[in-house]
């Protein structure tokens, strides 16, 4: 009877752990933040870095992925008053990438399931996620590294897990996230890190076909980090070291904070 | 792990059952339609049979509440390609609606949360039901028995657990739910049987304004049944036995079926 089960009635993150929670702040913010878009009470930061801590033994590095649903009620969409908030923390292996996208970027095959523009959830992690999965179905080509969506009016706003930044000379462009998609944690690292490399960051419409304009593309979150965009069906971008860059900035960060 | 849970990654069906499950054919065919859509095995008929005279005892009226999901996954929106969907059938009472929704009809709220348009998942019941929680969270006035929920074009699509069909005269039009909306057992039901009145039932889009000048309203669904629609926020409808003739060609059918 849970209502993340009936109704998807939810937010979830999901963030990369060795020790400790990388960027906890930002992560627990933003779970924060979009337990409120949905009138949903959020655990504490420090009930949640119990749980963390006992599923954590040892140092080795894994995933963690916290899920705050509403909690249980009759079958019913009415929210009853004392809902009380259901939370689940999973730890998995990191996963196994391949080198080659670190190292010589990453192909993304151009998914035929639209986001839909729906203001009232756009940025928020919930567990509505069918167009995500539908989306995924679309390819089963181990090269292709993730699909990229577009809204019903040919915006483009994502990766089905991953966020997009596309560079048009000293600008960094990445779509407006207010009618469709999710606000990462990393694109908001890299949103902030832009000015060390010299470059202004343009939150605004991208267009698909600026966007094959574009002088690099890349791709973020918060297990990968950054990769650099080579191929998206048959368009290619010639080889570029923006993704690197973005990745020595991000281990730096990663290092002061641990 | 499972993906109902983690992505609502799956489909539902609610229906009435009083020592046999009402319109079970419907259900059904409605159920598996829904699977293929979103490329999941659906259960077959008898294992649902079997569930629903497990949970039964005895001829008391209830709900039946039947989730299909894709199964369990690890922590990817990829499809593993030998998911097994998980079933989960619920057994209920059946709601006890004010006498005075028969007999004098309903308001409704008009709900500020728009559906958003998703061609690939409309008229699907799947578990991606945020929109309709939302929706559900804007009024706490028990006097109100739904909201009425409009597309961001400001078409007229549901209610948030009916379906709306509207009288001009001798056409009875009920919404096209080719871009949102759920495809209702009952809404089905009232397309075939309006011929028996003497309406013709047209599928189309249809205007909120157009709305406020019908002759009558009414919202269906398959544990109610029909309810004559009075009140729309400050707009009001006169008194109509509209639903009545309805509610009484469905008990007939209902009747013959037991």
């Given at each position: 009877?849970?209502?993340g089960?009936?109704?998807?009635?939810?937010?979830?993150?999901?963030?990369q752990?060795?020790?400790?929670?990388?960027?906890?702040?930002?992560?627990?913010?933003?779970?924060?933040?979009?337990?409120?878009?949905?009138?949903?009470?959020?655990?504490?930061?420090?009930?949640?870095?119990?749980?963390?801590?006992?599923?954590?033994?040892?140092?080795?590095?894994?995933?963690?992925?916290?899920?705050?649903?509403?909690?249980?009620?009759?079958?019913?969409?009415?929210?009853?008053?004392?809902?009380?908030?259901?939370?689940?923390?999973?730890?998995?292996?990191?996963?196994?990438?391949?080198?080659?996208?670190f190292?010589?970027?990453?192909?993304?095959?151009?998914?035929?399931?639209?986001?839909?523009?729906?203001?009232?959830?756009?940025?928020?992690?919930?567990?509505?996620?069918?167009?995500?999965?539908?989306?995924?179905?679309?390819?089963?080509?181990?090269?292709?590294?993730?699909?990229?969506?577009?809204?019903?009016?040919?915006?483009?706003?994502?990766?089905?897990?991953?966020?997009?930044?596309?560079?048009?000379?000293?600008?960094?462009?990445?779509?407006?996230?207010?009618?469709?998609g999710?606000?990462?944690?990393?694109?908001?690292?890299?949103?902030?890190?832009?000015?060390?490399?010299?470059?202004?960051?343009?939150?605004?419409?991208l267009?698909?076909?600026?966007?094959?304009?574009?002088?690099?593309?890349?791709?973020?979150?918060?297990?990968?980090?950054?990769?650099?965009?080579?191929?998206?069906?048959?368009?290619?971008?010639?080889?570029?070291?923006?993704?690197?860059?973005?990745?020595?900035?991000?281990?730096?960060?990663?290092?002061?904070?641990?």
């Open positions: 009877m849970d209502r089960l009936a109704y998807g009635d939810g937010v979830f993150r999901t963030l752990h060795n020790g400790y929670p990388y960027c906890w702040g930002m992560h627990y913010h933003r779970l924060e933040a979009d337990c409120n878009a949905l009138g949903i009470v959020c655990p504490s930061a420090d009930t949640l870095l119990d749980d963390m801590e006992r599923l954590q033994g040892g140092k080795q590095n894994s995933v963690i992925k916290i899920i705050v649903t509403r909690g249980e009620s009759l079958r019913s969409y009415a929210v009853p008053p004392l809902a009380q908030p259901t939370r689940i923390v999973i730890k998995t292996a990191m996963p196994q990438y391949p080198d080659s996208y190292q010589e970027g990453v192909a993304l095959h151009l998914c035929e399931t639209r986001l839909a523009r729906q203001p009232r959830l756009a940025g928020v992690k919930h567990l509505n996620r069918l167009e995500n999965v539908l989306a995924r179905m679309e390819w089963t080509d181990h090269q292709i590294a993730d699909g990229l969506m577009i809204d019903e009016n040919g915006d483009v706003i994502e990766c089905t897990s991953a966020n997009l930044f596309a560079r048009f000379g000293e600008v960094m462009v990445t779509p407006d996230l207010s009618a469709s999710v606000l990462g944690v990393t694109r908001e690292r890299l949103i902030q890190l832009a000015p060390k490399l010299d470059y202004s960051v343009a939150v605004k419409r267009r698909l076909s600026e966007l094959m304009n574009a002088d690099e593309v890349l791709i973020c979150n918060s297990l990968f980090g950054v990769w650099q965009v080579r191929q998206l069906s048959s368009h290619s971008w010639k080889a570029g070291n923006l993704a690197a860059q973005f990745r020595e900035l991000l281990r730096e960060q990663d290092a002061i904070s641990a």
